[in-house]
């Protein structure tokens, strides 16, 4: 299966998630603990924005214990760690990444 675009409050089927970035999603992973508000608001606004089968926007929290960073983007064979959210660096990164995986390139 594949995750739905969405901002999600529990972690999602790793395999599920392999599967999504496969049809070029951009996972968006996040500290709960760091979660502000107004980062939460973006990234529904992401998410409601960028639903397709091939180019979706999910946000899950992150589960990986050894990652340090609050925010991680994610898109096949790319990720970047961010210290604080910044709307401009989500921005590009989609630009760039969005709907580029290799079961589907859509760009």
Do not use: C, M
């Amino acid at each position: 299966g594949t995750v739905d675009a969405g901002v999600y409050r529990e972690a999602q089927p790793a395999g599920d998630i392999l599967h999504t970035l496969e049809h070029g999603a951009v996972l968006i992973y996040y500290d709960p603990d760091a979660l502000s508000p107004e980062a939460e608001e973006s990234l529904k606004q992401w998410a409601n924005t960028h639903t397709g089968t091939w180019n979706s926007v999910v946000a899950v929290p992150s589960t990986d214990e050894s990652v340090d960073s609050p925010y991680v983007l994610t898109a096949w064979r790319h990720s970047l760690r961010l210290s604080e959210y910044e709307i401009e660096v989500v921005r590009a990164f989609l630009a760039e990444y969005l709907g580029r995986g290799p079961e589907n390139l859509v760009r």
